[in-house]
């Protein structure tokens, strides 16, 4: 069972409410919040509204102060890693070489092994939006049906779901985030928002995605 929106939302703010933290634990997840932030997984104005309407919250205050830092991306960055204390930077720049590189030669199982060295469970929604991206941009508006990025990507991530490397959470939250950047895909591939209905259909055949459900 995983979290929707609204139930993350719920819980970083039973974080916040709790007064009962010590001065270290505020600390820990002042800086925990601080980092959802820079990671996307909370909107700024999260904090924001947070400390407006509950002025003098440690938690939210320790939060708004690392974020207002000089250079606060990077140094939050670092703060406990994506996965293995590297920068997300850095993570996210080996994701976009390895998925060209499988665009080029279409090995799975080389594919596969580099994405569990990375050790980045929790950080696979970026590997699907920046895979799809990537994709998209390949096959831009030459894009067929017939061997292209967006197939290979599609037959990737079924590969790894089939092998238990990415979880279908994963894989939805990337399509989730793809949906709310698409007026800004569309600039540079008109065709995104069709090119994403396909992938997303190719996904749910390949068993990265749950069956639609039809009410009868």
């Given at each position: ?137 390949e096959d ?63 996904a749910r ?12």
């Amino acid at each position: 069972m995983f979290l929707v929106p609204h139930q993350i939302l719920w819980t970083f703010k039973s974080f916040s409410l709790n007064n009962s933290y010590n001065v270290l634990l505020q600390s820990m997840i002042g800086s925990f919040l601080a980092r959802a932030v820079v990671d996307e997984v909370l909107p700024p104005a999260f904090l924001s509204n947070r400390n407006n309407t509950h002025p003098g919250d440690g938690v939210v205050e320790k939060a708004v102060s690392l974020l207002s830092r000089e250079h606060c991306t990077a140094r939050l960055e670092k703060v406990w890693g994506p996965g293995d204390g590297r920068p997300v930077s850095e993570l996210k720049a080996e994701m976009d070489q390895l998925l060209k590189e499988y665009l080029l030669s279409r090995e799975l199982d080389e594919a596969a092994s580099c994405i569990r060295e990375m050790k980045a469970s929790h950080f696979h929604h970026e590997l699907v939006k920046r895979g799809v991206t990537i994709a998209m941009e390949e096959d831009g508006l030459d894009h067929t049906s017939n061997s292209s990025s967006l197939d290979a990507m599609a037959a990737l991530f079924s590969f790894l779901v089939r092998n238990a490397i990415v979880s279908e959470f994963q894989v939805s939250k990337g399509i989730s985030r793809l949906r709310k950047i698409l007026p800004d895909l569309k600039l540079d591939v008109p065709a995104a928002p069709a090119m994403l209905d396909e992938f997303e259909e190719m996904a749910r055949e390949g068993g990265c995605l749950p069956a639609k459900t039809t009410n009868c």
